[in-house]
C-alpha cells in the first residue's frame, strides 16, 4: 500500500472522528432471482452472465469468489470526499490499530466477520458451508452464520428455511439416499430430508459451519466468518438448474477426482444435522441487553456464538442516546433518521445508512441522536470474534459446554 493511500486513510478517520461512510456494496448471484428489495433501480439487478444482484455486503472485507465477476466484487469501499477510491480491506491492513485498537490488533489479522442483506426472489438451493478443516485444505476460512429477518419487507412466496436433516438420514443407508441425490444431480428430491422453519420478523438462527441449509425469500441480514466458502447440494431449484460445479466450488480437484460426490458427505456435519431440538438450540430471539434504557432499547439478535454477535438498538423519536461499545463495529440504520456520531444517516437509502466506527470512537461513545418526530431510529450494530463479553449461549448449549 502507498504513502498515499495511508494518508487517506488518516484523514477520512480523522474528519469522522473515528467514524468512517462505506458506499454500499452489491453482489451478484446466479443461483437464484433477485427480490428487488435492496432499494435499486429496478433496471440495475440485472447483470447478464453474472446474474442479478441479491445481496449487498456491510462493511465487507471479503471478495465474493463468483465465477464471473470484478475482482472487487463484495469488498467495500469508504466514501470520500474527493471521490477517491479506498477499499475498507485496505484501510484495515495500513491502519489496524487505529481501526481495531491496538490490543485487538496485536491478536486479529482483520475485522473477522461479515454482514449482508439477502434477498432472493425464490429459496436458494440446499447447501453446507466448510469447517475449519476442509476450508484449510482449500486455503479458505470456515464460515460459520446466523440470520435475523427484520420486518418492514415483504416476505417473498417461500418465507421459510430448511435446515438439517431428519436423524434417520444420519444413518449409512440414509446417507446412501442422499448421495444418490447428489450423483443424479437432476431434481430438489433432496430437500425431503429435511424440515422448514418459519421465517418470522424480528427473530432468527444459528447455522454453524456445516449445518445443511436452503434459505427462504424474505429478506435476511445475515451475519458469519469472513469467508465465501460452500458446497450446494441442490441441482434444481424451483426449476432453474443449478450448476453441477458449485457442488464441487470448493473441493480440491484431486479430491474431486478421487471421491466424486462421496467427497461432499465428508463436508456435513451430521451430529449437528440430525440434532432432534435443532430448533431449541439453534432458533435466536430478541434479548435485552443489560444496558436497554428506556431511550435506548438495545437487544441481542446475534449470538449463541463467540465468533461474532449483533445487537438491535431503538432510538425513540425525537431523543438522543450515547451508545458505548467495547471494541469496533459496523452498522446498519435499518429505518429512521438522525445522526450518528455527527454523521447524517436514513434508514433505506443505500448512501446514507452504513457506518464503521473504529474502536476509540466506540468505547468513548458515540452520540445518536433521532430527529424525527414521530418514527424509531432502528440501527443494527456487527461485532467480530472476541470483543463483546457476556454474549448470550442458549441454555441447552451453554449446558452441553459446562
Known amino acids: 500500500m502507498s504513502s498515499v493511500e495511508r494518508s487517506r486513510t488518516e484523514r477520512v478517520l480523522a474528519e469522522g472522528r473515528g467514524i468512517v461512510r462505506l458506499e454500499p456494496c452489491w453482489v451478484a448471484r446466479t443461483l437464484a432471482p433477485a427480490g428487488h428489495r435492496l432499494g435499486l433501480p429496478e433496471s440495475a439487478y440485472g447483470l447478464g452472465e453474472r446474474g442479478e444482484i441479491c445481496e449487498r455486503w456491510l462493511a465487507s472485507t471479503t ?57 432472493y426472489g425464490t429459496r436458494l438451493p440446499y447447501h453446507v458451508h466448510l469447517r475449519a478443516r476442509h476450508a484449510a485444505l482449500v486455503g479458505r476460512n470456515p464460515k460459520d452464520e446466523a440470520y435475523y429477518f427484520p420486518e418492514g419487507f ?17 444413518q449409512d443407508r440414509g446417507r446412501q439416499a442422499l448421495l444418490q441425490d447428489l450423483i443424479d444431480w437432476d431434481s430438489d428430491r433432496i430437500l425431503r430430508y429435511s424440515r422448514a422453519y418459519v421465517q418470522v420478523p424480528t427473530e432468527g438462527f444459528h447455522a454453524p459451519a456445516g449445518v445443511l441449509h436452503a434459505p427462504g425469500t424474505a429478506v435476511t441480514i445475515e451475519l458469519q466468518e469472513d469467508s465465501d466458502v460452500f458446497a450446494m447440494l441442490q441441482g434444481v431449484t424451483e426449476g432453474r438448474r443449478i450448476s453441477k ?10 479430491d474431486r477426482a478421487r471421491f466424486g460426490e462421496r467427497f461432499v458427505l465428508e463436508l456435513i456435519d451430521w451430529e449437528t444435522n440430525a440434532d432432534p431440538e435443532f ?3 439453534r432458533h435466536l430471539s430478541p434479548l435485552p441487553t443489560a444496558s436497554s434504557e428506556t431511550v435506548g432499547q438495545e437487544s441481542w439478535i446475534f449470538y449463541n456464538t463467540t465468533k461474532f454477535a449483533g445487537k438491535r438498538l431503538v432510538v425513540g423519536p425525537s431523543s438522543s442516546y ?44 458515540v452520540e445518536i441522536v433521532n430527529d424525527d418526530p ?29
Request: proline fraction near 7%.
Open 245 to 254: 460445479e458449485l457442488m464441487f466450488h470448493d473441493v480440491r480437484p484431486e
Open 63 to 119: 471478495r465474493a469468489t463468483n465465477l464471473i465477476g470484478p475482482a472487487d466484487e463484495g469488498l467495500s469501499y469508504i466514501s470520500t470526499d474527493d471521490g477517491s477510491r479506498l477499499t475498507l480491506r485496505g484501510a484495515v491492513e495500513l491502519e489496524p490499530e487505529a481501526i481495531m485498537g491496538r490490543s485487538y490488533a496485536a491478536t486479529h489479522r482483520g475485522l473477522g466477520r461479515l454482514a449482508k442483506i439477502l434477498d
Open 279 to 281: 430448533y431449541e438450540h
Open 154 to 170: 415483504e416476505s417473498g412466496p417461500h418465507p421459510e428455511t430448511f435446515f438439517g436433516i431428519h436423524p434417520s438420514i444420519a
Open 322 to 365: 450515547r451508545s458505548t461499545d467495547p471494541g469496533v463495529y459496523s452498522l446498519l440504520v435499518l429505518s429512521g433518521s438522525g445522526f450518528i456520531g455527527g454523521h447524517r444517516v436514513e434508514g433505506g437509502v443505500p448512501e446514507l445508512d452504513e457506518l464503521l466506527v473504529a474502536d476509540a470512537a466506540a468505547t468513548s461513545g
Open 374 to 402: 414521530t418514527r424509531e431510529l432502528v440501527i443494527l450494530k456487527f461485532f467480530g470474534p472476541d470483543i463483546v463479553s457476556g454474549v448470550p449461549m442458549l441454555p441447552a448449549l451453554a449446558d452441553a459446554d459446562a
